[in-house]
């Protein structure tokens, strides 16, 4: 084990100032790890003070490291015994898919692996997507189909048709199964994980777009809205998994030596209706505008998390409620949502 002064390891997470990766970077902090975190700036004041902060829990470096120059990680990566590659361009609404999303994406992920190869580390854990997994052509009525990791978005799908979003999901889809073929071919050990929408607290100063779009309903944002409306109809439903579940499910599996291959991470599967009627009722206080009549009632996926859970991991937060709760308070002490409402 390359220790750096830690007796559980060291870790680098690339992308380290997102919602994610600074999830993440804390808990790895308080186990025990030190932690390499890149980022694109680290001069950049505002971008990465809530990162600073973590460096009082415990060993945090920051180096700075773009996906875009070959090499960049290099230094990051190197002495470290895990790698967590959550670093990923995610502009859902990018003009032009291919060369803002797809190829940086690919080529990125690719130039990081090469100098994970370089620095020989025992793991390199890949943030893939449920994006990765769920994109398949919906016909017909019936459901729900349960999709695991056996499941692969159909490519040909979303270049013919390309539904909202698809250069995401496709950026995200051949990413991963370039880094399948870079880690056969190179003799790496990599895991990919692909989370549905991941929720929940977060260290830093904004509201993260992905709490936003769960919020949605309640806060009546426009472009989380369509975002919402777009993910239930493309992915065929609206499922959830905790930050903190995610964040101890990528330790797990980067501890698990058994572990391989890819994991989906999932806990709640729902669709947009039943969102809306279960905000409605417990939040009657905040009022639901959106229109719904095109949204389809039922979902048409369940997305299974069977087989990390048969791995032997255990979720704790599997309760929309619970989760919504939670998010709710966020939403108010971040701003999207009226602390107290004018009777
Ligand atoms: N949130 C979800 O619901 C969800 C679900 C499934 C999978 N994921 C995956 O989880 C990962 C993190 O997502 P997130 O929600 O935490 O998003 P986020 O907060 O926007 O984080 C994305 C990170 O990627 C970095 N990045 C983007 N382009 C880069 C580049 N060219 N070079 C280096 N870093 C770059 C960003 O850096 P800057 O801050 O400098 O822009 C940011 O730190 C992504 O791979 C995403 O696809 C997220």
């Known amino acids: 084990m390359t220790t750096g002064g830690s007796k559980k ?26 932690v390499h975190a890149t980022v694109r700036d680290p001069e950049a004041t505002a971008k990465v003070a809530h990162l600073k902060s973590l460096q009082s829990l415990g060993d945090l470096k920051l180096f700075r490291a773009d996906l875009k120059e070959e090499g960049s990680f290099d230094e990051a990566v190197a002495g470290c015994d895990y ?32 100098s994970c190869s370089k620095a020989a580390v025992k793991r390199v854990v890949l943030m893939s997507s449920a994006a990765a997994v769920s994109g398949i052509r919906m016909e017909g009525e019936g459901g729900p189909l349960v999709i695991d990791e056996k499941s692969w978005t159909d490519i040909d799908y979303l270049y ?13 889809t051949l990413t991963e199964k370039a880094a399948w073929e870079y880690s056969e071919d190179h003799k790496l050990d990599l895991i990919a994980v692909n989370p549905t929408l991941i929720v929940g607290p977060s260290i830093m100063p904004e509201l993260p777009f992905s709490d936003r ?32 579940d995610v964040c101890r499910a990528l330790i797990f599996l980067a501890e698990t030596e058994s572990a391989s291959g890819r994991y989906v991470l999932s806990k709640v599967d729902s669709g947009l ?13 905040y009022k639901i505008t959106a229109d719904l009549s095109d949204v389809p009632e039922k979902s048409r996926l369940s997305i299974s998390s069977e087989k990390l859970s048969k791995a032997g991991f255990k979720f704790k937060y599997d309760k929309l409620e619970d989760i919504y709760d939670e998010l709710v308070e966020q939403g108010k002490a971040k701003g999207v949502l009226p602390k107290t409402l004018a009777t």
């Open 160 to 172: 013919q048709e390309k539904p909202p979003t698809w250069g995401y999901l496709a950026a995200k």
């Open 273 to 285: 209706c039943d969102v809306a009627k279960l905000l409605s009722k417990r939040y009657p206080q």
């Open 213 to 244: 779009l769960a919020l949605a309903l309640v806060t009546g944002e426009e472009l989380p809205t369509l975002g919402l409306k777009i993910m239930q109809k493309v992915s065929g439903s609206i499922s959830f998994v905790h930050i903190e």
């Open 9 to 34: 390891g060291t870790a680098c997470v690339t992308g380290g100032n997102g919602f994610v990766a600074s999830a993440l970077i804390k808990m790895l902090l308080e186990r025990g790890y030190a």
């Open 83 to 114: 790698v967590f590659l959550i670093a990923s361009p995610v502009d859902l609404t990018a003009e032009d898919p291919e060369n803002d999303l797809i190829k940086p994406a690919i080529k990125g992920t690719l130039n990081a692996l090469r």
